[in-house]
């Protein structure tokens, strides 16, 4: 995802840019912490750029639609996306994409990282992750999920490879289904959304086992990580971030990341986003530009042990 170098004529369009209105891709439809993202987002990357950041939301084939024309754009700064973790994840998991999440994109910052907390329900016979593997390897565990590839799903498959216990995955159409069953015990347990699980959590509908990202998590910081559990490594998360086409001048790109990386660190945008379960990030194009690789590195394997295909 390496930025190709400015020739001379590019500085002297960076020395102009930006000269009219922006299009940002939106790969998710309105609503959600993506949307809450974009929406405090977008206003100040207006006021600092002085072009009005226009939203476009395609939504549509888990993000493809909105990826495959970022991919297109033409690669003048006027064009990027705000990708979902599906920009990484859909090349292993579909038949036909028509990008490539590393050579079409330019990386420009991650916004947010989204943790799963693991959940039971309270008549399932662990409280603690070392009781549920006892379990799971004595007999069968299934989980839902909020349907086939969706994080949730990776998560438990990734488990199950690291832990060695048997998972049989229950998809459903949506992780509002899927949650909805879990507390009525039809399912004994789920990677759930940590803004999703929290409250469930807190009245005892369900029982909170840990928490997926790397660190512990100011949304539920009581949960223990799954990697300090025993399995070091272990992180999943749901995340969004912004990616502009391949070959987009260099010099747009430290100015779209460093303007949205303001955005971002501005103390109300931060509160906002903490209160809606996820930690603000805003780092380094290379870092996330190597996240990107690393996250289609290893959910390409995960879906291939698996098995998993969508057409």
Request: net charge positive.
């Amino acid at each position: 995802m390496a930025v190709v170098l400015s020739d001379p004529s590019w500085h002297v369009f960076a020395q102009t840019y930006p000269a009219k209105p922006i299009r940002m891709i939106v790969a998710v439809p309105p609503g959600g912490p993506a949307d809450t993202l974009v929406r405090m987002v977008a206003p100040r990357l207006t006021e600092s750029l002085g072009q009005t950041v226009v939203i476009d939301n395609r939504p549509g084939a888990n993000g493809n639609i909105a990826y495959e024309t970022a991919a297109r754009a033409a690669p003048d700064g006027y064009t990027f996306v705000l990708a979902a973790a599906g920009v990484a994840i859909n090349p292993s998991l579909y038949r036909e994409v028509r990008f490539d999440p590393v050579k079409d994109f330019a990386a420009l910052t991650q916004g947010i990282s989204v943790p799963n907390i693991l959940i039971v329900h309270p008549s399932v016979a662990a409280t603690s992750l070392k009781e549920l593997i006892a379990l799971g390897k004595s007999k069968p565990v299934n989980f839902a999920s909020a349907g086939n590839g969706s994080t949730g799903h990776l998560a438990g498959e990734l488990f199950k490879n690291v832990s060695g216990i048997a998972l049989t995955h229950v998809p459903y159409k949506g992780g509002g289904p899927a949650l909805t069953e879990v507390i009525a015990g039809q399912v004994q347990a789920m990677f759930s959304l940590a803004l999703v699980a929290s409250p469930q959590i807190k009245v005892g509908k369900v029982r909170g086992l840990a928490i997926t990202s790397a660190k512990r998590s100011r949304v539920a910081p009581e949960l223990p990580t799954v990697a300090e559990l025993g399995f070091p490594g272990f992180e999943v998360i749901g995340w969004f971030g912004w990616l502009a086409p391949a070959r987009t001048p260099s010099d747009v790109v430290v100015r779209l990341h460093g303007d949205i990386v303001k955005a971002l660190h501005a103390p109300e945008t931060q509160d906002r986003l903490i209160a809606l379960g996820s930690e603000p990030v805003g780092n380094a194009s290379s870092a996330f530009a190597a996240f990107v690789r690393a996250e289609r590195d290893k959910w390409g394997g995960v879906i291939q042990r698996a098995g998993i295909r969508l057409d």
